[in-house]
């Protein structure tokens, strides 16, 4: 049995977000087994799991892939739209902008510490549509 | 409902190359909703999703990813296939080598500027086979 | 068809290890065709799927992510954990934590060198575990 869902996100500020809350609460309620997808229908943002805890490890995150994607680097030949678009779709690739998460006893199986975050890597990515496939 | 099919691609040269019409055109006609799920059986190449409409994203993207994972490093162990063998099995690290897209309305619901890529890491990495397989 | 398992993999040093055959003998028998997902639920290593056969893929993709990802970084803030913690976060949203394999003539699809990697990026990460979900 497949059911969809599209969830759209306010805009955010460019970071590294969780989102587990909005999610789980959306697609509530969950069947008792299966494979929930997210799909972020964007280029320049990403989907990613990590820690839920400490919101230090998502400030680090962003200086890092800030420190290894640098903007105004004078290679970059796509530019038009802003110091922050092309590093914006390099980080996409590598974050990449789907997941796959298994559903059990009627909750997403995520381990204790793992939270789901919204990657967004423009200034102003305005808002995000995520599609949602639960496969029960 | 579980379809499988393989796509065998032709060899590319290095670089980024957009993949999505083929692979439309490959698993026509599409369940009205469901999973597709892409895997390239590689180990140096990828597959990624990133901007449909201006090359020059393509064009980057291969600058960048060279400029990361340089040939040559003298600290590489696996050389024996050409200079640009173990960069390419990293690169493959890096970007994935499977993709799972959402079928809504009986079309494979990717955003307005989403494309699907085929990363070609190796300078004749040969033909590159993708299995796909539709769940619905 | 839903059928889920959770795999245990007992502690193992740091670094990349092949671990396909623990995956298909633990799964095994797998159903004629379908989907396999496989979800580490941690936030500090990864998995990946890259060369089964020349053990220097796997020792270069150890040195390579130590070199991009280097520890004692004076711009990190979550340290209390010791050197390795913030950059085993980084290297796992860089792998990420699940992968989508297909299963066809009741084995997975695995390309003739493709193998499963656990990436283990903590200097003492203990037993991991991975949800593994069959879709038929």
Redesign the interface.
């Known amino acids: 049995m497949?059911q969809?869902l599209q969830l759209i996100l306010p805009e955010m500020p460019r970071g590294f977000h969780l989102i587990t809350d909005k999610v789980e609460t959306f697609v509530h309620p969950l069947p008792e087994?299966?494979?929930l997808?997210l799909?972020?229908?964007?280029?320049s943002a990403g989907l990613?799991?990590?820690?839920n805890a400490?919101p230090?490890?998502r400030?680090?995150?962003e200086?890092?892939f800030d420190?290894?994607?640098k903007e105004n680097?004078p290679?970059?030949?796509?530019i038009y739209e802003g110091t922050d678009d092309?590093p914006a779709?390099?980080k996409?690739?590598?974050?990449?902008?789907?997941?796959?998460?298994?559903i059990?006893n009627n909750r997403l199986?995520?381990?204790?510490?793992?939270g789901i975050y919204l990657c967004e890597f423009r200034n102003k990515g305005g808002r995000r549509?995520i599609?949602i496939?639960v496969?029960?």
């Open positions: 497949i969809q087994k299966g494979l997808n799909f972020l229908q964007h280029t990613c799991i990590n820690e400490d230090s490890v400030t680090d995150l200086y890092y420190w290894l994607v680097n290679h970059f030949t796509h092309m779709h390099i996409s690739v590598l974050t990449g902008n789907s997941l796959s998460i298994p059990h199986a995520l381990g204790t510490w793992q549509k599609w496939t496969i029960s």
